[in-house]
């Protein structure tokens, strides 16, 4: 499995990236100049990998902390963006060994997978057992480039069945809850409110952040000429800085 391993504290994350399935080296490496060990993970795509992202077993990720546990980490965290949040949210439902998990820009349900051909499957599986999921609506986005899929998963989210909802009432783990009120990709504010509505959590928000909150010590990411992501570049790093000082706290343990 291709992964990025930084750092050598006695706290592990598991460092999830979005549907770009990319090592996010540059996040692990910020985490581990504040002493934790930071791990990064090629979860679809790679050699001997689902091409895109469907029916992903939730095992590749405790893969990764079996990882951080040989590398000495103690604690068990999970750090996830995006699609990432959704898997990290969906592990902590089944895996009692993550003791948090923060997740930026969540989703409340599991989705369809995408990027394989054929009807619509869940993106994830447990023990071989596909994860009930919310299907597409039928009409993709008609606008862009770039594209805004916001009102795309609206759509979806009205339509989604109650058995696609991560059941985070489940999870033991501490749960932090980074999300933008103009993220343009999906709803992440509305997904976060709902999560909340099932068990105690800690939510950051911003009203005029995107999709992609920027950690302190992070650079700004490029613009992109395929995706609309919402907010600005001085909205999501404040979202950063407000979520960071929680994010610290959560992932070593701290109330």
């Not at 990064?40 to 992202?53: L, V």
């Not at 079996?66 to 963006?81: H, K, N, S, V």
């Not at 994830?124 to 609506?137: K, S, V």
Request: net charge neutral; charged share 20%.
């Amino acid at each position: 499995m291709e992964s990025h391993l930084a750092g050598a504290g006695e706290v592990g994350v598991l460092v999830l990236a979005g549907s770009s399935g990319r090592i996010d080296s540059a996040r692990c490496d910020l985490l581990a100049a504040h002493g934790l060990t930071a791990l990064s993970i090629r979860w679809f795509g790679g050699p001997g990998q689902s091409p895109g992202i469907c029916e992903i077993p939730l095992e590749t990720f405790v893969t990764g902390l079996d990882m951080l546990t040989e590398a000495g980490a103690r604690r068990l965290t999970i750090l996830g963006l995006s699609k990432g949040a959704e898997a990290a949210l969906s592990l902590a439902c089944v895996e009692p060994r993550v003791e948090t998990v923060v997740a930026l820009s969540p989703s409340s349900v599991v989705w369809a997978g995408f990027g394989v051909a054929g009807p619509y499957r869940s993106s994830w599986t447990w023990r071989g057992r596909p994860l009930p999921f919310a299907p597409y609506p039928p009409e993709w986005p008609a606008d862009g480039p770039p594209t805004s899929f916001r009102a795309f998963y609206e759509r979806g989210l009205a339509a989604a069945p109650a058995e696609s909802a991560i059941p985070l009432e489940r999870s033991r783990a501490d749960v932090v809850l980074v999300a933008g009120g103009d993220d343009q990709m999906w709803p992440s504010l509305t997904f976060a409110h709902a999560l909340t509505a099932r068990r105690e959590v800690r939510l950051v928000s911003h009203p005029r952040a995107g999709h992609r909150p920027r950690l302190p010590g992070e650079p700004a990411p490029a613009p992109s000429a395929s995706y609309v992501y919402g907010g600005s570049p001085h909205a999501d790093a404040e979202l950063g800085e407000r979520a960071w000082p929680e994010i610290l706290r959560a992932l070593r343990g701290r109330t």
